[in-house]
């Protein structure tokens, strides 16, 4: 087929998914959100709950069970990622290996580069305990902490060499703040059921709407759900630049 | 509200075009990363704080990074292999 006659489909094809699309955005409901799930969290779940965070609540009270299976799955992509990218020392045949050109070093980065990442990593540790620990009053949660405590390392590898990032982050720490995560959010499911409740159960006193320690078990939920997903991504990336680590010495 | 609403929407499809325009993969990263933060702005728009802080790390950090490492392991197999099938 021609270039010219691709470029008629193309056009047929996306015009006629342009009406679609307008047919179909003249449908959505007026007003924003119907549906009654919404309407009813927010009228039961700030009153049941003590908190004023409905999504971290949904997150780690009424579906905390699912929140689970999505932090396994977090948990079997770092080590799938790991197993891949492993190299053991009788694999390393010499210096064609590396994961660059030999003839060219690793850059050291600028005083610029350097200064401002490195005065970054305070405010990223501090960002990041402050959304592990308010997942209950305000919006973030054991998610986007992690995420946030991740860049601390990141902004170090990122404005030193890559040594460096070993040495805060060494492997045996970061796997077993990942299993720690881990295991925390299971204990504390299994410790619902020790009382007598449910698995997953929020049995922590529920304390005063707004304070820090309020919600039960949402706060410790949302901290081991923190420590596995920063552990679990500087795993990663670990496990990505072990490479560049080999040439450096 | 809604004006800017739809102001960043169409940002977010005009960043969209953007990443797939360009060609070269690394600075693709870079329009990636972009893009994740205009991705951030209309979810924070749409009243979903949580997921927009989710968002701005991972699209805009996270997803560009992982990018960039595997592109330099792949470079390397192509460059210190070239008699291998291209």
């Known amino acids: ?19 679609a699309l307008l047919a179909a955005s003249a449908r ?22 003590h908190t004023t965070d409905v999504v971290a609540a949904v997150t780690y009270d009424y579906r905390g069970f699912d929140t689970m299976g999505e932090e396994m799955i977090l948990f079997a992509a770092v080590a799938g990622a790991a197993l891949l990218l492993r190299r053991t020392r009788s694999e390393w045949t010499g210096p064609e290996d590396l994961d660059h050109l030999p003839d060219r070093s690793v850059a050291d980065p600028s005083d610029a580069v350097r200064v401002t990442l490195l005065l970054l ?12 620990m308010h997942g209950q009053v305000s919006p973030g949660g054991g998610f986007q902490a992690g995420v946030v405590l991740v860049t601390a390392p990141l902004l170090v590898y990122l404005g030193t060499r890559a040594r460096l990032l070993v040495e805060i982050a060494p492997g045996a720490s970061v796997e077993l703040g990942e299993g720690a995560g881990i295991l925390g959010y299971l204990l504390t499911g299994v410790a619902g059921l020790v009382v007598g409740g449910d698995y997953l159960d929020n049995f922590l006193p529920l304390g005063r709407l707004a304070d820090v320690f309020s919600a039960g078990t949402i706060l410790a939920l949302s901290v081991a759900v923190s420590l596995a ?5 500087a795993q990663m990336l670990i496990s990505f630049v072990e490479e560049t680590l080999r040439q450096e010495g | 509200m809604s004006l800017l609403r739809h102001a960043i929407l169409l940002l977010a499809v005009l960043s969209g075009t953007g990443v797939v325009a360009t060609r070269d993969p690394v600075a693709q990263a870079v329009t990636l990363s972009f893009h994740g933060l205009v991705l951030s702005t209309l979810f924070f728009l749409h009243a979903a704080p949580d997921v927009a802080l989710s968002q701005v790390v991972v699209g805009a950090v996270v997803l560009p990074l992982m990018f960039l490492l595997a592109l330099a392991k792949v470079r390397r197999q192509r460059v210190t292999r070239p008699q291998g099938r291209r």
Do not use: Q
Request: aromatic content about 10%.
């Open chain 1, 1 to 19: 087929m021609t270039a010219r006659g691709r470029l008629v489909l193309f056009a047929a094809g996306a015009g006629a998914l342009f009406l």
């Open chain 1, 28 to 49: 959505l409901p007026a007003g924003g959100y119907p549906g009654p799930y919404g309407t009813v969290l927010n009228r039961v779940a700030v009153l049941e709950r």
């Open chain 1, 121 to 132: 990593v305070p405010v990223a540790i501090t960002f990041g305990a402050y959304l592990a």
């Open chain 1, 229 to 233: 997903v920063a552990a679990g991504l």
